[in-house]
């Protein structure tokens, strides 16, 4: 049972990478996905997240506009599109399954990253300037 992050590498500020983060030995149908993020010296933090069902995403507002989740239960992979790539988006992108949704106040969120089941091993991310 694990999880494969992939897609990452060294591109050019305002150039774009898809992270794809697929699943073996379960199917993703019935999780929602994370995508987090860690830079060197930095928490790690929850960058996109999409629900069980694919209806509801989440998005930290420095991505927002910028990148997209989305998820393809057929070839059980999540994807993470990004694109204007910053600097700053320079990290080990993570991703991540848990068996829930949530929201607060009405509005999805991504989990704690403690809560969550099953995590990939990472993809590094360099964006130059």
């Known amino acids: 049972v694990q999880l494969q992050a992939s897609g990452g590498g060294l591109v050019q500020a305002g150039g774009s990478l898809r992270l794809s983060c697929s699943a073996s030995?379960?199917?993703?149908?019935?999780?929602?996905i994370g995508w987090f993020r860690q830079a060197p010296g930095k928490e790690r933090e929850g960058v996109s997240c999409?629900?069980?069902?694919?209806?509801?995403?989440y998005y930290l507002d420095s991505v927002k506009g910028r990148f997209r989740i989305s998820r393809d239960d057929r070839e059980n992979t999540a994807y993470l599109q990004m694109n204007s790539l910053k600097p700053e988006d320079t990290a080990v992108y993570y991703c991540?399954?848990?068996?829930?949704?949530?929201?607060?106040?009405?509005?999805?969120?991504?989990?704690?990253?403690?809560?969550?089941?099953?995590w990939g091993q990472g993809t590094q991310v360099t964006v130059s300037s």
């Open positions: 991540a399954a848990i068996s829930k949704d949530v929201y607060y106040s009405g509005t999805y969120h991504c989990s704690r990253d403690g809560e969550y089941n099953y």
């Open positions: 999409i629900s069980v069902s694919g209806a509801s995403t």
């Open positions: 030995g379960f199917t993703l149908d019935y999780y929602a």
